[in-house]
């Protein structure tokens, strides 16, 4: 079982940045981790993910350049930096842990927090 706890979510204006942090309660090694965003009314998307032991990994098309997800192996932590914030990236994020390579479909995440708002005002 492996519990994560999100933090760093909060109020900025359009043009700052954030770097949102997920802290895992087990070793997460041979794991991916990964963070998802939803906002009202829209489907769950995901924004990045990193596998743990590679360190490999993947930020959405649309939002690379802005965002870029790391590690720290020693904390179990991952985070995800936002720069360059737009309105559009209002949402609740989630950050989410499986076993071996990361995906983008959310269902195949076992573990998940319990999520973090992010809102961007212009």
């Known amino acids: 079982q492996v519990r994560l706890v999100e933090s760093g979510g909060g109020l900025v204006q359009a043009g700052g940045s954030l770097r949102l942090s997920c802290v895992a309660s087990?070793?997460?090694?041979?794991?991916?981790m990964a963070w998802f965003r939803q906002a009202p009314g829209k489907e769950r998307e995901c924004v990045a993910f990193?596998?743990?032991?590679?360190?490999?990994?993947y930020v959405a098309d649309s939002l690379t350049g802005r965002f870029a997800i790391s590690r720290d192996t020693a904390k179990n932590t991952a985070y995800l930096q936002m720069n360059s914030l737009k309105p559009e990236d209002t949402a609740v994020y989630y950050c989410?842990?499986?076993?071996?390579?990361?995906?983008?479909?959310?269902?195949?995440?076992?573990?998940w927090g319990q999520g973090t708002q992010v809102t961007v005002s212009s």
């Open positions: 087990a070793d997460t090694f041979g794991y991916a």
């Open positions: 990193i596998n743990w032991s590679l360190g490999s990994t």
């Open positions: 989410a842990a499986r076993s071996w390579t990361g995906t983008t479909l959310d269902t195949s995440y076992k573990y």
